[in-house]
């Protein structure tokens, strides 16, 4: 990437200036490190420029000026995403959405509610509650990230296991294409004439073309909810457990599981009443309808019994439940506790395999000198291992690193994938061949001309690709900033 | 059709698997006869005739089923009939995963009986179960009646191999049930009617099947009537699986089949409802069900057989013995009613009968137009159906002409105009399919 002259950055900054307004702009180094990663800081880089653009005209302008320079450029969203998908790996713009966070309409009717990208994915759950409805896709994230990185990563979270991921609540979407034109993929009703290119976007992240207004569905509240706590004496049996359920043909909103070193964490710091010698801990959730409510928590429990449970535990009100979720949700400020910096790895495999994955996760951290904690999405089989470090020791980071190839090598072998929610971004465009074989990929690549020929659309993402343009290190974890208010936990 | 070509399928999928001549009756599409029709037995055997094709530049129609072969403009040119019928097997069923892996040649009905002894479905209930095979069902996009609390194939597939024009075999998605990597290419191929690709496998996401279930039918004096119980509903706690919205006509199609007989004769819509789960919830929910509609006027709760699925799901259709045409709308849930209603208006002011049906809760309309004059002259069925169209349109929502006459389809396009996002559906057709080999013309956007 050839650097841009001090005189042609300040015409071009004039240019700017020109389309978004003069506080649109931002281009002294100080202010651009910011926006030099997002939630994995093992990679970095500096933009030319962050733009913040309040219209998608302003978006188109800036897209195609770009266009004209032969200048990358990437959206941006909260910068929570934990691949590195928004970082402007080869300089050029960053153009932060975060200023087009409006709420457009919502149709109660329709079900549906138009919002612009930069909108908290909370703030619109809380827009619609009032009238008991909710937006269901609910990263952990979602006190601080935006609806336009939830649609480029089709985040999940852990109520996606009934509900289904970002992909399944999107109808439509006002996209500026990476050369300027302004279209619409989808709309607001559940089909549109032709190929699905909403449902070809979400998951793109941010190669194909930046959203400029999301059309999602709203859901009714659920009547009731009930949650179950059930601690085992051995790992093999709470990964058997969870099979269980789903084979005893329960749907549950959640299947959230913890490990021994993640409740001991927990229960050091909070003390929300797991059993500080449980091998593992399942955390379960059912919502729906009141009737036969109590009739499906009793069908868990005993599947949870007869895997082995020592202990199955139902939250008797609203304050149980609280403190049950709270230690699920804790984990992060916990591990904090114990360790000085950890990594979130993100792998999915078949629910079945789950006791010899987790076997194998154990074991490879291990054979790294390093050690694991364990808390994730159970229930679809989305693996999150936390590997603990410390980074003032030398050559730890590269171990960990090492260490979650590893893992996401055994996570293909068992014919899982390498990311079940955090992206491919740079972390992982690696990776790819694991999964994915050249045809696959060339396919691909194919689609990805169909949007963005030029390729100056978030480039150096998703494909296996050298990181050259990327300074790697020196410290992988650093708490986002949301983190650190303790208002999200990355898993 | 050069010999040379039929002489080389001949010798790749074996004689008996390619057809010619009088046996190609059954894959003659808007008039127009295949050159032949060839049924490759295995995914080598896709791939070297789809490879072989390309070479001769001879076009490959993918036919499953058949049952959706007549969406779409008629084809320039018929070229090669490419059935998936002998890839039938199922590779795949681990109840513990509730996922499946299983060839596109599959029927419905056979995956379905296959999943059921196993206490497992795949939550996708198109018409022609029997006959509308797994690939062809995702090539159209179809759905039925359940797609209101399940959704369609796109909330259900979650990894695809298709042959691709270059002959390539390449996989999307995977086999588990969340996974961000790569591309989703199975929303790709997904309602793309065969022009980008072949499916040859998919892995699907299933539910365990509940333990009840129940349709229940309602009367209503008036469609308006019957649309304000669907809205009363939605806004409920109640959790369908399915809100069909029904005209007398559809109704009585419906009905036909039931012990009690005509549903709907007397009344002015029918709304029928569906409810899963344990056998205490499906019970509540029908009695909530009657409270809720009888302020609207809804009346005469009456349980269906679960035999009126597979008619809910082709009420429309069946409502006359043959339709002159049949067209499909996606529109936003509170437009329905009133298409319904002023279409049906449109229709009989010009001398023709209809039928309607929706999948209410989604927006999704179809209707059937029987002339019972002779159509000679396809004018006045084309201005029907351009009036319909518009209807759809000015409410934001679509139109597909399913089923027409040819003369009828060369003045009505049989899809809408998807603006400028059609260029880029051109832009991802000229990315995999350069030479226009799959199903050219058929399509969208000249696709
Ligand atoms: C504490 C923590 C917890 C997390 N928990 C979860 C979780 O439970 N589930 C989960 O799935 N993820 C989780 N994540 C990851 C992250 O929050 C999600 O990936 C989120 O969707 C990113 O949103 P963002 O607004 O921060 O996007 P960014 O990080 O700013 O960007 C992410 C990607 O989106 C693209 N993008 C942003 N806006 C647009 C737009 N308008 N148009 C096109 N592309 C755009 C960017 O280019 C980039 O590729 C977590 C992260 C943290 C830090």
């Known amino acids: 990437m050839a650097t841009l002259t001090s005189g042609r950055k300040t015409a071009l900054r004039r240019e700017l200036e020109a389309i978004v307004g003069p506080g649109g702009v931002l281009s002294d180094p100080d202010e651009l490190l910011v926006y030099e990663s997002d939630g994995l800081t093992l990679f970095r880089a500096l933009a030319d420029f962050v733009v913040f653009p309040t219209s998608a005209e302003h978006v188109a302008a800036v897209v195609r000026l770009a266009g004209r320079e032969g200048l990358p450029f990437v959206a941006r969203g909260a910068g929570t995403g934990l691949s590195g998908g928004c970082l402007p790996a080869e300089g050029g713009l960053v153009i932060s959405m975060m200023r087009m966070n409006r709420i457009l309409e919502i149709d109660y009717e329709n079900q549906l509610a138009v919002v612009e990208p930069g909108l908290v994915n909370l703030h619109l759950s809380w827009a619609v509650v009032p009238k008991g409805y909710y937006y269901a896709p609910d990263p952990s994230s979602q006190q601080a990230c935006t609806l336009g990185g939830n649609i480029a990563n089709n985040s999940g979270g852990p109520h996606t296991l009934k509900y289904g991921v970002t992909t399944n609540h999107v109808l439509g979407l006002e996209v500026v294409m990476p050369d ?33 207004k999301i059309v999602v569905r709203i859901l009714k509240k659920p009547q009731a909810v009930k949650t179950v706590l059930a601690v085992f004496d051995q790992v093999d049996h709470a990964s058997a457990a969870v099979s269980a359920i789903i084979a005893r043909g329960l749907v549950p909103a959640a299947v959230e599981m913890m490990d021994q070193l993640t409740i001991q964490a927990v229960e ?54 609280a403190l049950l979720w709270k230690g699920r949700k804790s984990a992060f400020g916990a591990f904090g506790r114990v360790s000085p910096a950890y990594m979130v790895m993100d792998g999915v495999i078949p629910r079945t395999k789950l006791p010899y994955v987790l076997r194998r996760v154990n074991e490879i951290v291990a054979a790294h000198g390093l050690r694991v904690g ?29 260490a979650g190839a590893e893992i996401m090598k055994v996570c293909a072998e068992v014919g899982g994938s390498i990311s079940g929610e955090h992206g491919i971004g740079l972390e992982k465009a690696d990776f790819m061949p694991f999964i994915f074989s050249a045809a696959d990929l060339a396919v691909m690549q194919r689609l990805k001309n169909a949007f963005n020929p030029t390729g100056l659309c978030n480039p150096g993402k998703v494909f296996p690709t050298k990181k050259s343009c990327v300074e790697v290190g020196p410290v992988a974890y650093t708490p986002h900033a949301i983190e650190a208010k303790g208002l999200a936990q990355r898993f | 059709m050069q010999d040379a070509l039929l002489e080389r399928l001949r010798a790749v ?41 390309g070479q001769a530049e001879v076009p490959v129609v993918p036919w499953g089923g058949g049952t959706a072969a007549s969406v779409g403009m008629p084809a320039a040119r018929a070229g090669v009939v490419l059935g998936l019928r002998r890839l039938a097997r199922l590779v795949e069923h681990e109840p513990g995963d509730l996922t499946v892996t299983v060839e596109s040649g599959v029927t419905i009905a056979e995956l379905q009986a296959a999943l059921g002894n196993r206490g497992q479905w795949l939550s996708l209930d198109p018409a022609d179960a029997e006959r509308a095979t797994l690939g062809g069902v995702l090539a159209a996009n179809a759905a039925g009646p359940r797609r209101h609390l399940y959704g369609t194939a796109r909330d259900l597939l979650i990894g695809v191999t298709v042959v691709t024009a270059d002959a390539a075999v390449v996989k999307g998605g995977g086999k588990v049930v969340k996974n961000v990597a790569g591309y989703d290419l199975p929303k790709l191929f997904i309602g793309s009617y065969g022009t980008l690709g072949v499916i040859v496998e998919a892995t699907l996401k299933l539910r365990p099947v509940p333990e009840a279930e129940r349709l229940v039918a309602l009367r209503f004096a008036r469609l308006k009537d019957a649309a304000a119980a669907v809205r009363a509903l ?29 549903l709907g004769l007397a009344a002015g819509a029918v709304l029928v409802v569906g409810f899963d789960g344990l056998p205490e919830q499906v019970e509540w929910q029908c009695a909530e069900l ?43 849930p509170a437009q329905v009613a009133e298409l319904m209603e002023q279409g049906a208006g449109v229709a009989r002011a010009r001398g023709f009968q209809t039928a309607w049906a929706a999948h209410a809760g989604v927006g999704v309309v179809s209707a059937a ?9 396809p004018g006045p069925v084309c201005g029907v159906l351009s009036e319909w169209r518009e209807m759809a349109r000015a409410g934001g929502g679509h139109a597909t002409l399913e089923r027409a006459p040819l003369a009828v389809k060369s003045q009505v396009p049989v899809w809408d105009d998807p603006g400028a996002a059609g260029r880029v559906m051109q832009r991802i057709k000229a990315q995999l399919d350069p030479k226009r080999i799959l199903n050219p013309g058929r399509f969208v956007a000249g696709i």
Do not use: K
């Open chain 1, 180 to 212: 300027g034109e302004i279209v619409w993929l989808g709309g607001r009703t559940r089909a549109t004439p032709g190929y699905d290119l909403a449902g070809v976007f979400v998951g793109s992240e941010g190669t194909f073309g930046i959203a400029t």
């Open chain 1, 268 to 321: 050091d710091a909070f003390g929300c009443g797991y059993p500080r010698d449980a091998a593992a801990a399942l955390l379960v959730e059912l919502d729906g309808l009141r009737v036969g409510m109590d009739a499906q928590t009793e069908r868990i429990v005993q599947a949870c019994r007869d895997a082995g449970a020592r202990e199955v535990r139902t939250a008797r009100d609203e304050a149980e439940r």
């Open chain 1, 374 to 402: 364990n808390v994730f999405h159970a229930g679809d089989g989305n693996l999150h291992p936390n590997i603990l470090y410390d980074p003032r020791v030398p050559g730890a980071e590269a171990r960990v690193v090492e």
């Open chain 2, 13 to 53: 999928i074996g004689p008996a698997n390619v057809l010619t001549g009088v046996e190609l009756s059954p894959y003659v599409v808007d008039g127009r006869t295949p050159e032949a029709a060839v049924f490759p037995g295995a995914l080598e055997e896709v791939a070297a005739v789809i490879a072989l094709c």
């Open chain 2, 234 to 262: 939605l806004a409920s706690d109640l959790i369908p699986n399915a809100v069909e919205l029904l005209d007398p006509t559809a109704a009585a199609a419906l009905g036909a089949g039931e012990a009690g007989g005509a």
């Open chain 2, 290 to 332: 009657a409270r809720l509609a009888a302020p609207h006027g809804g009346r005469d709760a009456t349980p269906l057989s679960s035999a009126a699925w597979p008619r809910l799901a082709a009420a429309v259709r069946d409502a006359f013995p043959v339709a002159t045409a049949v067209m499909s709308f996606d529109v936003v």
């Open chain 2, 369 to 377: 137009l029987v002339s019972d004059r002779e159509p000679r002259e």
